[in-house]
């Protein structure tokens, strides 16, 4: 259900100057000024930065005393570091699907004009904790973080569902709210069902997911669907049902930017 990647950087910015003019019969014999033109890249505002924290790593199985150890929960409390996460019947693991959809919603909003941080980068590791997680979009200066999971519920539960801080802790709960509302909007206009079992109308109001205690800027928590329910898992465990999440939640972070 929850947990780091990569990080992304760059913008340029450069002056031309305009050359020289040929002598005209008749014109003064002093030199025209040298013009200086900005370029556009040196004018155009930073992209945004957007937080990705794909759910858990593939190494976490392996290292249970280091991700049981406890870590801040962001209320005065402590959680465990992280999970392992959960996994589809089959055995897809909510790791390598939380990391795959990570890299489709990356491409498509950097093809949008936005820089791409994230928490993790690879799916091999083990955590970060989720306290890190958590202080990470500050660290990078995003103007939005989201994370990525999917649910491990009974069987018969279905849906996706945009967890949120609530009671907020650091005073981003009117941005966070407006974060899960475009991202749970942008889902359902992607032809994905909120959940029935959780939260309501596909938005849920959580104050024990230390990721979204400890955030500094706007965050939410998406749950892609249920691991263990037959039909979420045939979709989540598709590369053409990954590709359809990441088109929903690209566009739900870029309505969100207002781009």
């Known amino acids: 259900m929850h947990a780091p990647i990569r990080s992304a950087a760059a913008l340029l910015a450069a002056t031309a100057l305009c050359s020289a003019c040929a002598a005209v019969p008749g014109a003064s014999a002093t030199p025209p000024a040298r013009a200086t033109v900005q370029s556009a890249a040196a004018t155009a505002p ?25 870590v801040p929960d962001g209320r005065g409390g402590t959680k465990p570091c992280n999970t392992t996460g959960t996994a589809t019947a089959a055995g897809y693991p ?29 799916d091999d590791g083990v955590g970060p904790c989720v306290d890190a997680r ?16 999917a649910d491990g519920a009974a069987p018969s539960a279905r849906g996706f569902h945009v967890a949120h801080a609530d009671p907020p802790v650091h005073g981003t709960g009117p941005a966070s709210r407006r974060l899960a509302t475009a991202l749970r909007d942008a889902l359902r206009s992607g032809r994905f069902s909120p959940a029935g079992y959780i939260g309501r109308d596909g938005l849920d109001g959580r104050d024990d997911l230390a990721g979204l205690n400890l955030s500094t800027v706007p965050t939410a928590l998406v749950e892609a669907g249920n691991m263990r329910n037959a039909e979420d898992a045939a979709v989540l465990a598709s590369a ?17 930017l207002g781009r």
């Open 46 to 70: 930073a992209a945004p930065v957007v937080l990705l924290d794909p759910g858990h790593n593939g190494g976490n199985r392996a290292a249970r005393d280091a991700i049981d150890r406890p």
């Open 94 to 122: 909510e790791h390598a699907f939380a990391w795959d959809l990570a890299q489709r919603v990356r491409a498509r909003l950097e093809a949008s004009g936005v820089r791409v941080v994230t928490t993790r980068g690879a």
């Open 134 to 149: 958590g202080a990470a979009g500050g660290r990078a200066g995003a103007v939005a973080a989201v994370s990525l999971h």
């Open 240 to 256: 053409a049902g990954r590709d359809r999440y990441a088109a929903a939640i690209s566009a739900g972070v870029l309505a969100y």
